[in-house]
């Protein structure tokens, strides 16, 4: 029977892919690429996975307690920004202000890296008022920088400088970005309070996609030339 997978087993998933793969290209001297588009977003899948399984807590006890622990892990990413990101529309992203949440700096990580990356493989650059632009820079696994020594890292994260044309470039560390949000998935509790999100699904009854059943499938497969094979 197939079942979509747990939360817990995602999330296992997750950190185990990202952990695995930053060692084995840190580990890697002569590497072109050093993975900063890819850990970038696999820290905003994780950081979705999350606000998609507090989300299934209608008290907002787990987003609350998830907000509040990556707030004492690192405060700066809920500095106030002068104007808001786009909100999601089926979850909330961690906060600690009900004024303007929209405003922290978090909620515009969420955007411009996640839906960047998703999409266009890039982050999205913003267009500020006076012509200037606000980019997200992002790290990558650099040859030697194992992900047990990232907290050396710390004082890099989140800063921030100007161009030589006055655009704002703000550093994220993605290995840093990752663990802060893995350490506050494990000091919320947030696999421990029974939760579940409701997987995603296509197709079924009454939908206008993917509508046809196993045997069309599979003769749609066979006539094109596709191997029957085991998986």
């Not at 950190?15 to 002569?30: E, K, Q, Y």
């Not at 990413?77 to 529309?89: I, M, S």
Request: proline fraction near 6%.
């Amino acid at each position: 029977m197939i079942q979509n997978v747990e939360p817990s087993q995602i999330y296992e998933f997750m950190v185990r892919d990202f952990a695995d793969a930053w060692d084995a290209l840190a580990g890697v001297p002569s590497a072109r690429n050093r993975g900063n588009f890819m850990f970038a977003r696999q820290a905003m899948v994780l950081l979705e996975w999350a606000a998609r399984l507090a989300a299934s807590d209608t008290t907002g006890g787990a987003i609350s307690a998830f907000s509040d622990e990556l707030h004492r892990i690192e405060p700066r990413y809920f500095t106030q920004l002068p104007g808001g990101a786009p909100q999601p529309k089926e979850f909330q992203l961690p906060s600690v202000t009900t004024a303007n949440p929209e405003r922290q700096l978090i909620w515009a990580l969420f955007d411009l890296i996640r839906n960047g990356q998703a999409h266009q493989y890039q982050q999205i650059p913003v267009e500020l008022l006076d012509g200037k632009v606000f980019w997200i820079a992002l790290s990558g696994a650099a040859s030697g920088f194992q992900l047990a020594t990232a907290q050396s890292r710390r004082k890099e994260h989140l800063g921030y400088k100007d161009d030589p044309s006055g655009n704002v470039w703000l550093l994220v560390r993605t290995d840093l970005m990752f663990l802060d949000l893995k350490d506050a998935v494990e000091r919320s509790s947030l696999l421990g309070r029974g939760l579940s999100f409701a997987h995603l699904v296509r197709a079924g009854p009454g939908r206008s996609d993917y509508q046809f059943d196993s045997a069309a499938l599979k003769a749609a497969l066979a006539t094109a030339g596709h191997p029957v094979t085991p998986i």
